[in-house]
């Protein structure tokens, strides 16, 4: 199978900290990498595109000053919430393509499990 | 993007058939339909996609209208495990043009 981990899982820090997250493809090399938030019983909403190499593509309304995406390998992409506050808890989950020969990527996304941030 | 309309919840008993229904009369000939589930405080997991044709895979099958304007996923024989937030997405093939819009899905509710 595909797999995407996390780390961390969860994580809790003051007002004005910043945390990173890492997302990593275990067993595959990802041609693009996508980081979205939730928030409580609400869905996914996509934040930004990463591909390796390039700087990330973000949604209309994702301050990418804010929210930091370094891309570095085709197996690891970290965001970086930047001065975090407490309207930035959420649920924040990668997924990946996985890269087939000739660098195309495949039709199925392999989500994270996901990591739970809480700012005081 | 092209939209989905599913139901709010819907509501099974275990070793039952399922059949969640997605309405997308707005698709484009290149959007291929995909189907997630998520279990709560996890990340989505896929299920299955397809273009044109009806697909099987281990998890579920896929019925796809001819007009290509509505689709159905099928659970054979759910579990308790099945229970779960499904989303019916239209989306691109590959790359970084394989962006996904998540709605808000449907609530499956499985009862023993």
């Known amino acids: 199978g595909a797999v995407v981990s996390q780390h961390p899982s969860w994580v809790i820090c003051k007002s004005g900290t910043s945390v990173k997250i890492e997302c990593r493809s275990l067993d595959f090399q990802a041609t693009t990498m996508f980081w979205y938030r939730q928030f409580p019983k609400q869905s996914l909403m996509l934040m930004a595109t990463s591909n390796e190499g390039s700087k990330a593509t973000y949604e209309q309304g994702v301050e990418k000053d804010k929210f930091l995406i370094n891309h570095a390998s085709l197996t690891l992409s970290t965001l970086t919430v930047t001065s975090a506050h407490p309207e930035d808890s959420s649920f924040y989950i990668c997924?990946?393509?996985?890269?087939?020969?000739?660098?195309?990527?495949?039709?199925?996304?392999?989500f994270g499990p996901g990591t739970r941030l809480t700012v005081l | 993007d092209a939209k989905t309309t599913q139901p709010n919840s819907m509501e099974s008993n275990e070793e039952e058939p399922v059949h969640l229904p997605c309405n997308h009369s707005t698709i484009s000939g290149t959007d291929y339909i995909h189907w997630y589930r998520q279990l709560p405080s996890q990340g989505p997991e896929y299920v299955i996609h397809?273009?044109?044709s009806n697909v099987n895979n281990r998890m579920a099958s896929l019925a796809i209208a001819e007009d290509r304007k509505s689709s159905t996923l099928i659970l054979h024989r759910a579990t308790l495990r099945d229970a779960a937030v499904y989303y019916c997405i239209l989306g691109g093939s590959g790359g970084s043009n394989y962006k996904l819009t998540f709605g808000k899905g449907t609530l499956l509710t499985v009862n023993p």
């Open positions: 997924s990946a393509t996985r890269r087939l020969a000739g660098g195309r990527g495949t039709d199925t996304q392999y």
């Open positions: 397809g273009l044109t």
